[in-house]
């Protein structure tokens, strides 16, 4: 080399130094590199090419979401976010890993918990199978407030079929927000340890085979908005401890093995848009509990419920409520008056009770 291209090779140097210096690095870092080797393995993962760096933003590591004109293809989403500088360490760090929809024929990787500032990770609408890793429960760190937040493990279209039961170590992820595991075949009972997630504002076990009573400790779940663990094998009653769920927006409890009454104290959840509540298991009946006092009120679905009694006269004229399903219920008497009131609920399912006496001839929406 002669002197002045040896001088201008280190000026280069000198220059991409304090670049580093300046903008940070925008490389991943090495560990975190190899832990996506395993977990590319672990996936069945075979389109990420490690010659380009994970944290580029570059096919295959991000894929453009496609556009809203092509709805059913948006369940198809691939992509690793980093963070440059989340650690301070001049390196880039995986902060999420979102594969939906990709046919992943694998089973999920315990080397995620080597990823240190994971915050959402979306594996939902593959083929996997297997348990879910108790090495997840490491994904906490106190000393950041990136940790582990968001988990999404849906099972539908296509069908992940996770089994096994969640482990008492997720429990430790303390910064969980929403915990989503629709759709797979997750067995036994909840762990009590659940109820040290009192973060969590999304729970969602639909579509499995859980089994036994909801844990007490669950009472502690106060920031939760959503609840749903329908089309589960679940025993025991539904518990009063919902009361505690004062933030609750949306509760499914459909064909969940658990038995009725609805307690009563439902109705000091002032903030329930949704209640879908069907099939409760169980001998004991109870009359409707007050839903009066909830001004988001939008669905109110019990069908089935082990319902005995009479009709509410202000049901029918809740302006918020469009859907109110008491079909398969033991309701007797008439159906008030109230109930044709123009303004108020939009379709009314009354089916399959004992209710007596004229149909009313206004309601254009009502299934008597
Ligand atoms: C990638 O993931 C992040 C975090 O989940 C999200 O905010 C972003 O919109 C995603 N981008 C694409 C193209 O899917
Ligand atoms: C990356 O992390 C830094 C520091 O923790 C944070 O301030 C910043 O908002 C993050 N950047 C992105 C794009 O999330
Ligand atoms: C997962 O599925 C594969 C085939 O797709 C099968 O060979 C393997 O035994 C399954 N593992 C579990 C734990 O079900
Ligand atoms: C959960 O964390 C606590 C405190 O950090 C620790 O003592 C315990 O061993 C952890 N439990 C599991 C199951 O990882
Ligand atoms: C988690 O819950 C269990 C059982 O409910 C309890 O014994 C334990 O102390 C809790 N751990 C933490 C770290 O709060
Ligand atoms: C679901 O649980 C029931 C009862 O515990 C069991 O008989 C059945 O085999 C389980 N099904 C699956 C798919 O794990
Ligand atoms: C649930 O609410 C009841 C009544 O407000 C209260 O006595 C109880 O301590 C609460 N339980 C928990 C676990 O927060
Ligand atoms: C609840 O009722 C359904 C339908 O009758 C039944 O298949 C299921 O075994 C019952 N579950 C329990 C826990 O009793
Ligand atoms: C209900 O929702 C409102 C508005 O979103 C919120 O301010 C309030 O804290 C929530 N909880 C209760 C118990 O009203
Ligand atoms: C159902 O309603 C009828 C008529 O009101 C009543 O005789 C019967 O005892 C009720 N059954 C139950 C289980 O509540």
Redesign the pocket.
């Known amino acids: 080399m002669s002197t002045s291209s040896q001088f201008l090779f280190l000026s280069l140097i000198v220059i991409w130094f304090i670049s580093v210096l300046a903008f940070g690095a925008t490389t991943i870092h090495p560990d975190e590199k190899k832990a996506l080797e395993a977990i590319a393995e672990s996936l069945g993962k075979k389109d990420w090419n490690f010659d380009i760096d994970p944290c580029s933003n570059k096919p295959n590591w991000a894929t453009p979401k496609p556009t809203p004109l092509t709805p059913r293809l948006s369940i198809v989403e691939n992509n690793v976010t980093c963070n440059c500088s989340v650690a301070g360490d001049n390196f880039c760090h995986v902060v999420s890993i979102t594969l939906k929809g990709q046919n992943l024929?694998g089973?999920l990787p315990p080397e995620l918990s080597r990823l240190h500032y994971l915050q959402i990770i979306d594996l939902s609408r593959n083929?996997l199978?297997?348990t879910i890793p108790k090495e997840w429960g490491s994904m906490t760190n106190l000393l950041n407030m990136y940790d582990l937040s968001l988990i999404f493990l849906i099972g539908t279209l296509p069908s992940n079929?996770l089994?096994g039961s969640i482990p008492v170590e997720i429990a430790n992820i303390s910064t969980l927000i929403q915990l989503d595991l629709t759709a797979n075949q997750i067995s036994d009972n909840i762990p009590r340890e659940l109820g040290n997630l009192t973060q969590i504002r999304t729970l969602r076990l639909s579509s499995n085979n859980f089994t036994g009573e909801l844990p007490a400790t669950l009472a502690k779940l106060t920031a939760l908005l959503d609840f749903q663990i329908s089309d589960n094998h679940f025993s025991g009653k539904i518990p009063d401890f919902i009361q505690n769920w004062t933030n609750i927006n949306s509760l499914s409890i459909q064909g969940s093995g658990l038995s009725g009454p609805i307690p009563s104290e439902i109705s000091l959840l002032r903030n329930l848009t949704d209640v879908r509540i069907s099939d409760l298991n169980g001998s004991e009946y109870a009359p409707l509990p007050q839903f009066n006092n909830m001004p988001l009120l939008k669905n109110l679905i019990l069908r089935n419920c082990k319902i005995n009694g009479k009709l509410h006269d202000y049901l029918g004229t809740i302006t918020t409520l469009k859907h109110l399903d008491l079909s398969f219920n033991n309701i007797s008497g008439t159906i008030p008056s109230t109930y044709a009131e123009t303004s108020g609920v939009k379709f009314i399912f009354l089916t399959g009770n004992l209710l007596t006496g004229l149909l009313p001839p206004w309601k254009k929406n009502i299934d008597v």
């Open positions: 024929p089973t083929y199978n297997g079929r089994t």
